[in-house]
């Protein structure tokens, strides 16, 4: 499957039917008067997000939506029909933007939930509706309204509950393929990830979502390497798990680089609570080892966790350590 986080659709309601101009001719009834109804309503454009999606590919193949027009009125006062809605179904997190990109319309943030982006011209009135005392043959009635058009940019934000961040090679993919059943592609080159992978993770009989983007490298918030617009997709989570290499020559200056672009890309990923771990500590003999964990500890100022997703040293305290972080802000989020 591919993975879109961004695209741009076209979206237009369906004008109202127009009213009808039509007069009551029966046998024996000479003054039968009008009996034109009136137009229908045009259908409405709608986004609902629904589960099982963590993709926009679909609106890769399809990027024009244009609901019903409503049914004209007919005689006998016979309203026309409401023209048929459209709906587009979206992944649970998508954001959805006027065309400038900026405005924000609606955020999606929960499975069934609709938002009505555009609505359905009314319909016109039959020549019935403008019958009076004075007006008792009325030859006229007025046209259906005309629907909305716009267009909307929908960008995608995955919803998950702790993130894992870092340079290429970091072990992130490893990570998540050793405490989840996703099977991201693991390889010993730069940027093997590119794109975000999600994964469910279950520690202590508790379940929780991870998400694993793209690798940050020095100058990603100019749009060096893969750039940092991955980044959005961790904005949602509670906690960041950084890893830093063990093969890395300085540690400190590892952390302190994806540091820097997290704080260079705002979103308030810089306030979000971190767990810094020191990752492929199996490729270390234990006195190198103390040492790359001390200088790691003091440039980011707490103990880092150790661990290896090869060997699984270390990885259940790692999964605690998100697992207690989101419990905790998930009680201060029912408290507020």
Known sequence: MKF??????????????????SFRREKFIEFGGPDGGDGGRGGDVWVEAVNGLNTLIDFRYQQHFKAKTGTHGMGRNRTGAKGGDVTLKVPVGTQIFEEDNETLIVDMVAEGQRYRLAAGGNGGFGNAHFKSSTNQAPSWANPGLEGEEKTIWLRLKLIADAGLVGLPNAGKSTFLAACTRARPKIANYPFTTLHPNLGVATIDEKE??????????????EGVGIGDRFLGH??????????????????????????????????????????????????LDEEELKAKA???GKACGTPPLLIS????????????ALRSVIAAAKAGEEEA
Do not use: C, W
């Open 4 to 21: 879109l986080d961004e695209t741009k659709v076209y979206i237009r309601s369906g004008d109202g039917g127009a009213g009808a101009v």
């Open 208 to 221: 929780f979502i991870i998400a694993d983007i793209p690798g940050l490298i020095e100058g990603a918030h």
């Open 309 to 320: 997703a090869v060997t699984n040293k270390g990885m259940t305290e790692a999964l605690r």
């Open 294 to 296: 001390k200088a790691l």
């Open 234 to 283: 961790v904005e949602r989570t509670r906690v960041l798990l950084h890893l830093v290499s063990a093969q890395e020559e300085d540690v400190a200056k590892a952390y302190k680089t994806v540091k820097h672009e997290l704080e260079a890309y705002g979103g308030g990923l810089e306030e979000k609570p971190q767990i810094v771990a020191l990752s492929q500590i199996d490729v």
